[in-house]
T-cell receptor, first 113, second 114 residues
Framework: GESVGLHLPTLSVQEGDNSIINCAYS??????FIWYKQESGKGPQFIID?????DKRQGQRVTVLLNKTVKHLSLQIAATQPGDSAVYFC????????????FGKGTMLLVSP | ETGVTQSPTHLIKTRGQQVTLRCSSQ?????VSWYQQALGQGPQFIFQ???????GRGNFPPRFSGLQFPNYSSELNVNALELDDSALYLC?????????????FGPGTRLLVL
């Protein structure tokens, strides 16, 4: 289930389950979004991105959904594995001109075997 | 691994001191961005260097400064350290200097200010 921990929301799933991680972004003008995975002791790692002219994009075992009406992103991970345990961040920016990434707070995913 | 390296891995300083953190970018990249990540938070953009010039800055005071060298490696300097500067400092390298090109992060330097 999903719970709000002391610092980070945490999602606990069983190996093999599908996971859905949600993100509410802040700037209605943002039109480019990226999901990052951060494992303990490492920097964030790019997973998948999506532009605002799309509402869904699929990668290997991952799907990102974008709902611009309610400023919401989700990351779906199919057949979650213990190696997927990490903190997941969404980041937003503007695709045109110079724009830097604004990261969300993150969600910790815990996968038990 | 991203090929981005940072040094040192950990550092302890006292309030008021100065610190220099270093980052070697991935081969072929000409842009380095620095982020501060407090415990339990997402990374916050400090600044970006593109071809040795600062080309973007977040909401950080002037005591946070940086350099980029001709080989595109970079330094982050923080003067007059405060307790709230305790964080993981991440560097990310990329190509293009637009601010949102795909960034490859190093493992970070964990700074503790006492």
């Amino acid at each position: 289930g999903e719970s709000v921990g002391l610092h980070l929301p945490t999602l606990s799933v069983q190996e093999g389950d599908n996971s859905i991680i949600n993100c509410a972004y802040s700037n209605s003008a943002s039109d480019y979004f990226i999901w990052y995975k951060q494992e303990s002791g490492k920097g964030p790692q790019f997973i998948i991105d999506i532009r605002s002219n799309m509402d869904k994009r699929q990668g290997q075992r991952v799907t990102v959904l974008l709902n611009k009406t309610v400023k919401h992103l989700s990351l779906q991970i199919a057949a979650t594995q213990p190696g997927d345990s990490a903190v997941y961040f969404c980041a937003e920016c503007l695709i045109s001109g110079y724009s830097t990434l604004t990261f969300g707070k993150g969600t910790m995913l815990l996968v038990s075997p | 691994e991203t090929g981005v390296t940072q040094s040192p891995t950990h550092l302890i300083k006292t309030r008021g001191q100065q610190v220099t953190l270093r980052c070697s970018s991935q081969s072929g990249h000409n842009t380095v961005s620095w982020y501060q990540q407090a415990l339990g938070q997402g990374p916050q953009f400090i600044f970006q260097y593109y071809r040795e010039e600062e080309n973007g800055r977040g909401n950080f005071p002037p005591r946070f400064s940086g350099l980029q060298f001709p080989n595109y490696s970079s330094e982050l300097n923080v003067n007059a350290l405060e307790l709230d500067d305790s964080a993981l400092y991440l560097c990310a390298s990329s190509y293009g200097g637009t601010g949102k090109e795909t960034q490859y992060f190093g493992p970070g330097t964990r700074l503790l200010v006492l």
